[in-house]
């Protein structure tokens, strides 16, 4: 991997959001070429599971990064005071069924029209205000207090911190706009489909991107994550 090709995919991070560049060693499976790839696009963080997180399915049931089932979209470490800025996922073994896709939906597409969009009128200044909160992945729940602090849902400069599934609306009205705009997420057109082979490396902002992936049935599956401060 050429310095040079490591500045450009940081800089259509810094444009799109999201970019995908090739390494052979990662397809090779080479950890420690991961680990200086990682290095070299930004500060690695070693909370929740470490630098080198294996995402591969080992878990009947758990976060998203245990299982086969199909993930909603989100942005990481949604659950901590301070999320990771971005994200590099190596692609070391895709599903061989096809499943196990990437999908990714820029925050600025999510955003763009937001009050017509089949939310309630007051939905958006509720998802403005800082008061949501989600549970820590049991698997993770050493690294950070559950639940989290309060935090707001759409930041300042389209930033988005959001995952479903563990939110808790303790709030009275947080639970109809949360399901609200959780359909809004997942039905969004402007989602994008990225199918990762091997070698191949998302590297993605983590708050004006939200991911997610499709459900797979390859046991082999095999990508790790790391987290970029
Ligand atoms: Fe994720």
């Known amino acids: 991997m ?10 259509e991070v810094t444009l799109r959001g999201w970019a ?32 080198l997180w294996p995402v591969a399915p080992r878990a009947a049931t758990g976060t998203f990064s ?17 999320p990771e800025s971005r994200f590099l996922l ?3 073994r895709p599903a061989w069924c096809g499943g196990g896709l990437s999908r ?19 939905d958006p200044a509720l998802l403005e205000r800082g008061v949501w ?27 988005v911190r959001w995952r479903y599934d563990n939110l808790v609306a303790t709030e009275s009205g947080l639970a109809g706009t949360a399901r609200r705009f959780h359909r809004h997420v997942e039905d969004h057109p402007a989602t994008e489909t990225v199918s990762l082979s091997a070698g191949d490396v998302l590297y993605c902002d983590n708050s004006l991107v939200l991911h997610g992936r499709t ?12 987290r970029l401060w």
């Open 133 to 159: 909160r989600w549970r820590t992945p049991e698997v993770f729940r050493a690294a950070a207090r559950a639940p989290s602090g309060a935090h707001a849902v759409i930041g300042r400069r389209g930033k």
């Open 20 to 51: 995908v560049f090739h390494d052979e060693d990662v397809a090779a499976g080479d950890t420690a070429a991961m680990d200086s790839l990682a290095r070299a696009c930004g500060r690695p963080s070693a909370r929740d599971g470490g630098p």
């Open 215 to 226: 459900a797979f049935r390859d046991p082999g599956r095999l990508l790790y994550r790391t």
């Open 104 to 122: 990714l939906l820029r925050t600025a597409d999510l955003l763009d029209g937001l009050s017509e969009a089949g939310l309630d009128e007051n």
């Open 66 to 82: 245990v299982t086969s089932a199909d993930t909603g979209l989100h942005t990481d470490a949604q659950y901590h005071e301070r």
């Open 2 to 11: 050429r310095t040079a090709d490591l500045r450009s995919a940081a800089r």
């Open 90 to 92: 190596f692609c070391v």
